[in-house]
């Protein structure tokens, strides 16, 4: 052990190190106390945690069961970041998206953005957003040679291209001084319509913008629409390396140099409230494009080049005012895993078209995290954490092994045409749809302390989106639809349905499961009577009629009172009108005296969905 001088600082080396083996022998003995028996490696299972994808997170992470060497940041295979300097000079770029089709409105909304933090322009066309031939007067007192733009416009990405382009020379800016994102996208405008495109069109423009835009990349490689259809993150990472193998293919197969067609690219990925997840997940994706370019002999140009937009997934429309938090979260997330640009989805993003005051929160959320938090004045600083690293590690593992399934069935293009990639996705979100249906993935808001007075917040409607494609999947579906019948109920009868909560005994003995059941009908749109606080056998009859409630009653107690009380109250609330007695606690509980249990990890959609279907609550 070494000595320091006595400085007044005690340090952790005035110790010796603990060893695996012994926080080994300290979680058998938590165990134990809990009636588990376990050693060794299986103590270290018993407290792991199982994620998508196969992974699972442990306990306690060392430096021995962490990846290999990450190199260094702007080198080879660029986990740490695909430059140097990272963000640490001037942030991350700060890209809104505007999805109006309304050019003047759209307009107003550009300039409100690059006067107050926008740093780049996400702008839909097209169909889906704001006429082709109205993109001029979008932009119009916008410096591009400033101003980055990225187009996003489907199938009409060639026309929108040309348009931009000409706008440059019509405003004379040099081409070299144009920077931005030219959009197009083939595959991943199929897997969205279903709608197959020629990728003559796209190479093109990739060597249009290689000969003469050198701050222009023609192709984006858009990992959103498969991240929507519910996909994984290693799903989402190996779609987006088989979209992106494909156009090199097709742009070398035309002539262009490895170099130049890797430059061609731009990769755009979900971020996500699980901040680890999303961390990993943006490290592991250049660390897998690196791989790629390795492969193609250009391992020094596989810097990938990133654009992260919060996850559209977990944005729920009811108490729309937590996704707030979730986009910090994801914002950081982002930020932290060195993606070049960020979008920052409006809280009002499901609703429609955002308001002024939405879009100034979102281009804040980066501003805040920059300006104020100064998280970009570090490189990579994630890095070296033994969890972020081994997280890292096993994902691009995942992430690798599902990109090889893709391309042994013939490569993405053929992949969405045959079924494969919808299937799978399709499975990956019915595992989810199982664990947000039983609250194991809560929805603040919404499966978890939903506010049934909130006031709905009302917005003017976007453009319709892409169909025929993909499948779009949100957190709250389920429990939306739920809340959707119950709100038909209150429009129609000027009450929302109700359910009686029976508490016996002291409030120490109720409270817990009163406040349990509660927050799991409210989940469902199903007010929860709590008066008068506690009942007995004599008064629960009395207390059930004057509750107003619907048919059904729950228990709420201690387990011994149960034993005790329970009979005798379920046989009042009966005679009082009650059709259904449902019991806060274990299944087997009282078994004689009540119909159904509510617990943690109870199907909480399906228990919802049957006591609005006995109350006559129709969708």
């Not at 835009?213 to 088989?242: K, M, T």
């Not at 009650?578 to 617990?599: H, N, Q, R, W």
Request: net charge negative.
């Amino acid at each position: 052990m070494t000595v320091l001088p006595d400085d007044g600082l005690s340090l952790a080396a005035e110790f010796p190190d603990a060893t695996h083996e012994q926080w080994q022998r300290l979680v058998e003995g938590v165990l134990r106390k809990s009636g588990k028996e376990a050693t060794g490696e299986a103590a270290e299972d018993a407290l792991s945690t199982t994620l998508e994808d196969g992974l699972t997170t442990r306990p306690l992470y060392t430096a021995p069961a962490t990846a290999a060497d990450t190199g260094f940041p702007g080198s080879a295979p660029f986990v740490r970041g695909g430059r140097a300097e990272g963000s640490a000079a001037d942030g991350w770029d700060v890209r809104q998206r505007h999805l109006g089709s309304d050019p003047v409105r759209v307009n107003e909304a550009v300039l409100a953005d690059l006067e107050n933090g926008v740093t780049s322009l996400w702008l839909t066309l097209g169909r889906d957003g704001l006429p082709v031939d109205a993109l001029p007067r979008a932009l119009d007192g916008v410096y591009l040679d400033l101003a980055p733009v990225s187009l996003d416009a489907g199938a009409e990405y060639a026309a929108a291209a040309r348009a931009l382009l000409r706008l440059y020379a019509d405003r004379e800016v040099a081409p070299e001084a144009a920077r931005g994102c030219l959009g197009a996208d083939p595959l991943g405008h199929e897997a969205r319509t279903g709608e197959a495109l020629d990728l003559a069109e796209a190479v093109a423009l990739a060597e249009t913008a290689s000969a003469g835009y050198p701050g222009i990349r023609a192709l984006a490689v858009d990992a959103l629409p498969y991240h929507e259809a519910g996909g994984s993150a290693a799903e989402e990472l190996g779609l987006s390396l088989a979209t992106g193998v494909a156009y090199l293919r097709a742009l070398t197969a035309a002539g262009l140099g490895v170099e130049a067609a890797l430059g061609q690219l731009e990769f755009r990925y979900a971020a996500t409230a699980d901040q680890f997840l999303t961390i990993a997940k943006l490290r592991a994706a250049r660390r897998l494009w690196a791989r790629v370019a390795e492969a193609c002999g250009a391992p020094e140009s596989g810097a990938q080049r990133q654009h992260a937009v919060t996850s559209p997934v977990m944005m729920t429309r009811r108490d729309p005012w937590v996704n707030m938090l979730r986009t910090t979260v994801a914002c950081m997330a982002a930020g932290v895993a060195g993606a070049d640009s960020v979008t920052v989805l409006p809280f009002d993003h499901e609703l429609g078209l955002p308001d002024a005051f939405a879009r100034r929160i979102a281009r804040n959320t980066s501003t805040i995290l920059v300006e104020e938090s100064h998280l970009a004045r570090v490189i990579d600083p994630a890095g070296g954490s033994y969890y972020v690293e081994r997280l890292t590690d096993e994902l691009a593992h995942a992430a690798w092994d599902f990109f090889q399934t893709v391309e042994k069935a013939g490569g993405l293009a053929t992949a969405l045409r045959s079924g494969l990639v919808a299937e799978r996705l399709a499975t990956t979100w019915a595992a989810r749809s199982k664990e947000l249906a039983r609250r194991r993935e809560p929805v603040t808001g919404v499966s978890e302390f939903p506010l049934l007075a909130e006031k709905p917040v009302v917005r003017e409607p976007a453009p319709a989106g892409p169909v025929g494609g993909l499948p779009r999947v949100r957190r709250d579906e389920a429990y939306e639809a739920l809340r959707a019948r119950s709100d038909a109920h209150l429009a129609a009868t000027g009450a929302r349905p109700r359910i009686f909560l029976a508490a016996l005994g002291p409030a120490a003995a109720h409270t817990a499961r009163a406040t349990f059941a509660s927050n799991l009908f409210q989940a469902g749109g199903i007010e929860a009577v709590h008066d008068p606080v506690s009942v007995t056998p004599d008064s629960a009859a009395e207390a059930y009629a004057a509750s107003g409630a619907d048919g059904t009653a729950v228990l709420c107690s201690s387990d011994a009172l149960y034993g005790e009380q329970a009979a005798e109250v379920a046989a009042a609330l009966r005679a009082a009108g009650a059709s259904t007695v449902f019991l806060a606690g274990k299944p087997g509980t009282a078994a004689e005296a009540v119909d159904a249990y509510v617990f943690a990890g109870c199907d909480a959609v399906e228990v919802l969905s049957s006591v609005l279907d006995r109350m006559g609550v129709t969708s």
